[in-house]
């Protein structure tokens, strides 16, 4: 398993209650290394490469399943 990223790596900021908000966003920071608040502007504008050729969506079916849609 890859290691757990403390920090967005599109924002910087550290991971927090503040800019991580559910469950799935913490799923996310594991899966993506993005803060909720990024995830969800990246998923708004329906980039699929935000940074280093990321892929979201791709490779988030897990917590696609929790219904992270809005
Ligand atoms: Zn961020």
């Known amino acids: 398993m890859a290691a757990i990223r403390l920090r967005c ?3 910087g ?3 927090t209650d503040a800019n991580v908000y559910s469950d799935a966003g913490w799923l996310e920071t594991g899966i993506s290394g993005l803060c909720e608040v990024c995830f969800d502007t990246l998923a708004d504008y329906g980039l699929s490469e935000p940074t280093e050729g990321l892929q979201i969506g791709g490779n988030g079916n897990e917590a696609g399943n929790q219904g992270e849609k809005k």
Do not use: L, V
Request: glycine share 0%; aromatic share 16%; net charge positive.
């Open 13 to 15: 900021e550290p991971f």
């Open 9 to 11: 790596r599109r924002c």
